[in-house]
């Protein structure tokens, strides 16, 4: 089982668009659907993209996913001050039998 | 309102046992799959164990089987997550989250809604 792989960090100034980058395998990303999550400092996890491309309502779309082989992507358009946290992509792996979470990325808004 | 609602922050003793809970309200609790997440101190989030509560079917990560159990009451809209044996590397937040929407299969699943968290302290 191979855990997805993020960068640890990444950053823009406001406006600017922002893409997040998550390696996984074969067993989870490259034949599962991938799910996004946002946790912003001192909070919960939300959910903010489900099935590799869908938002939640509620949800800017400013925000968007994508997935090819055995890699998603998050790209966030136009981005603002709340929009800081950590984002954590997420897969069913088929030899764990059970979900794994990339590492997460903290974004900042310089 | 939808929403889950977790137990209060605990400090135990390695060796002692513990059981924390995640109570739902708003919707069909004994309809949705709902789960635990670990979040150690300044660490990303693992997938612990997830369990319906219709009828008590539950998976566990590899990582967590045979350190915790997860169960549910159905009657009382709560899930729980116990340990018998704490250690100190337990120490951490636990996160409940339910199903957010119905899939067709359980590798589909997203976890939609999150309780508050639960802050774990075990500590000699």
């Known amino acids: 089982q191979s855990v997805p792989t993020q960068p640890p960090s990444a950053s823009g100034t406001p406006g600017q668009r922002v893409t997040i980058s998550c390696s996984g395998s074969s067993s989870n990303i490259g034949s599962n659907t991938v799910n996004w999550y946002q946790q912003l400092p001192g909070t919960a996890p939300k959910l903010l993209m489900y099935r590799d491309i869908y938002r939640p309502s509620g949800v800017p779309d400013r925000f968007s996913g994508s997935k090819s082989g055995t890699s998603a992507s998050l790209a966030i358009s136009g981005l603002q001050s709340e929009d800081e946290a950590d984002y954590y992509c997420s897969s069913w792996d088929d030899s764990l039998d059970g979900w794994v979470f990339g590492g997460g990325t903290k974004v900042t808004v310089l | 309102e939808v929403q889950l609602v977790q137990s209060g922050a605990e400090v135990k003793k390695p060796g002692e046992s513990l059981k924390i809970s995640c109570t739902g309200s708003?919707?069909?609790?004994?309809?949705?799959?709902i789960g635990w997440v670990r979040q150690m101190p300044g660490k990303g989030l693992e997938w612990v164990a997830i369990i319906y509560p219709d009828d008590s079917d539950n998976r566990y990560s590899p990582a967590f089987e045979g350190h915790v159990t997860i169960s549910a009451d159905k009657s009382i809209s709560t899930a729980y997550l116990e340990w018998s044996s704490l250690k100190a590397s337990d120490t951490a937040i636990y996160y409940c989250a339910r199903q957010g929407r119905t899939v067709p299969t359980l590798r589909t699943l997203d976890f939609g809604l999150w309780g508050q968290g639960t802050l774990v302290t075990v500590s000699s």
């Open positions: 708003g919707y069909k609790f004994s309809g949705y799959w």
